[in-house]
């Protein structure tokens, strides 16, 4: 098995039953390929006796969840699943398949986490306690960096050919067709092309006259039978069609717009025009008011009979009840239950986490058992010395064996040991390669202002998204830090974490915490 491979940890003895999630955003070709990370897992779970329940896996994009469903279908069983049921850990290969995306890695880590479950990675070697707790967080954002710096680069791919003219492939707008440009030939003797958009002559009569009528204020629905149909036969298509820049000859790489990318079907005043009729119509609807989402929901709960609070509505009044109270309509359930004002108490839990758990004296406080954990290399860097010693010792053979080879002319045992020996100090130079990759990993520096820089990133976060009523996301923030809200109209009990925290029976020193409010 490979050198870089880890040993499960204590938590996770011969006979745990585990399930692994497996994630690659390429195909086989890849050097940590699906079908490699398997084998590999399925020899580890052999090696130390862990009984591989299933193996969740897909190819996917790391930055977002939404659309990985093996890992969602994972997740939901997780939660959801009996405790009898739930096993005991789950493998990954890195914390980079988990997710790229930081918000991502922190809610759903940590959800894991809060059931008990030991997640551990076979090619990182996280300490126990704060000072894990840290790395992954710490490592959280850098891979969430390196999924933004490649992207970052493949945007700037993607726009360069744009502003080549090219079109980066799908389907044009309506009015156009593909036109593929002769760009040379692949290694492999494949043609290269470049994809162009030119003008579909037997729509173009179509198109400019559906812009003609809607600068008049046609409806959609009349200029669906002025063009017989051959355009668009849903009147809802026009919506997205008389927004579409692509007809003023813009094209688009992101948030880049580029003019003169290609031939414009209609003038800029003809697109005025219809901006200023849909831009009318628009305002003449009237939609109904949205419903604000509830912050503490899922995170506060009754402190007299700890059923969940739920969240009321009116015009004039946003107000959290218990559930159970609000279920059986009447007192002799919960008869100590009362509302408690919604805006006041968001505000008292925001300000609590705020100045209490994300604060600057928090930050000292954890440096240094921090500093010290990850500091520790010293059994590391005896294994350097040792196997540079015995590599040195396995060169100086080397050369013995030569000056043997041209004293006495060809000798087989000689030339036998020589091949043993180049054998070793090939493997004594990778596995040196691997201990000083390790080691360079192993002691990174936490300073205060790295600590403090992370503490208001999340103070930030939470801000924004609770400033621009972005509550779903505020919510999913709040999820890392709270691990319980016990509320009445009187005072609230905060139960609260150290984000990604470690389950309770390890020990982790922020997990029983609680403040009165």
């Known amino acids: 098995m490979n050198d870089y491979i880890y040993q499960p940890p204590a938590s996770l003895p011969p006979g745990s039953v585990v399930i692994a999630y497996l994630r690659d955003s390429g195909g086989p070709a890849q050097d940590e390929s699906i079908g490699q990370q398997e084998r590999v897992i399925l020899e580890y779970s052999k090696k130390y006796g862990l009984a591989l329940s299933r193996v969740y896996s897909e190819t996917a994009s790391g930055r977002k969840t939404k659309n990985r469903e093996q890992f969602l279908e994972m997740f939901n069983f997780i939660m959801t699943c009996p405790d009898t049921l739930r096993p005991h850990g789950l493998i990954l290969w890195a914390y980079s398949r988990f997710s790229r995306d930081v918000l ?25 306690g704060i000072a894990g707790q840290i790395m992954l967080s710490v490592k959280a954002y850098t891979n969430a960096d390196y999924s933004i710096q490649l992207g970052k680069h493949i945007k700037r791919g993607i726009a360069d050919r744009v502003k080549a003219g090219y079109s980066n492939g799908g389907t044009p707008p309506k009015g156009y067709r593909i036109f593929r440009d002769f760009q040379g030939v692949r290694r492999n003797g494949a043609e290269r092309t470049g994809i162009k958009w030119v003008i579909d002559q037997e729509l173009y009569p179509l198109i400019q006259r559906a812009w003609e009528l809607r600068a008049q204020g046609v409806s959609y629905t009349e200029i669906t039978k002025a063009t017989e149909g051959k355009v668009y036969t849903s009147i809802n298509a026009w919506v997205s069609h008389f927004r579409n820049e692509s007809y ?46 509830s912050l503490l929901a899922g995170l506060a709960f009754c402190i007299h009979c700890g059923a969940a609070m739920v969240i009321h509505t009116s015009r004039d009044y946003r107000g959290y009840a218990c559930g159970r109270h609000d279920r059986k309509k009447g007192f002799a359930d919960c008869p100590d239950s009362r509302r408690v004002n919604a805006r006041v108490i968001e505000t008292l839990i925001l300000e609590s986490l705020f100045n209490k758990v994300l604060s600057a004296e928090f930050a000292n406080q954890i440096l240094g058992d921090v500093q010290n954990q990850l500091a520790d290399t010293d059994k590391l860097a005896r294994e350097i010395t040792s196997l540079t010693n015995a590599l040195v010792e396995v060169e100086r053979g080397i050369a013995r064996q030569v000056k043997a080879i041209e004293g006495l002319g060809e000798i087989e045992e000689i030339q036998k040991r020589l091949i043993e020996l180049k054998r070793q100090q090939a493997q004594y130079k990778e596995k040196l390669k691997s201990l000083k990759l390790e080691q360079e990993v192993k002691t990174p520096e936490v300073t205060p202002e790295a600590l403090a820089l992370i503490f208001d990133t999340w103070r930030s976060q939470i801000k924004c998204a609770k400033e621009t009523g972005d509550l779903l996301t505020a919510k999913k923030l709040l999820a890392q830090f709270i691990h319980k809200i016990e509320l009445s109209h009187k005072k609230a009990i905060i139960h609260y974490t150290y984000p990604l925290s470690i389950p309770a029976d390890i020990g982790s020193p922020l997990r029983a915490h609680k403040r009165e409010s």
């Open 104 to 128: 991502d890695f922190n809610y759903f880590l940590s959800g894991l986490l809060r059931k008990g479950l030991i997640v551990h990675s076979l090619t990182e070697q996280i300490p126990d």
């Open 248 to 293: 003023i000859g813009f094209g688009k790489a992101g948030e880049l717009r580029i003019p003169n990318h290609h031939e414009a079907l209609i003038s800029q005043e003809l697109w005025e025009a219809v901006k200023k009729v849909e831009t009318k119509q628009k305002n003449l609807f009237h939609y109904r008011r949205t419903r604000y989402p």
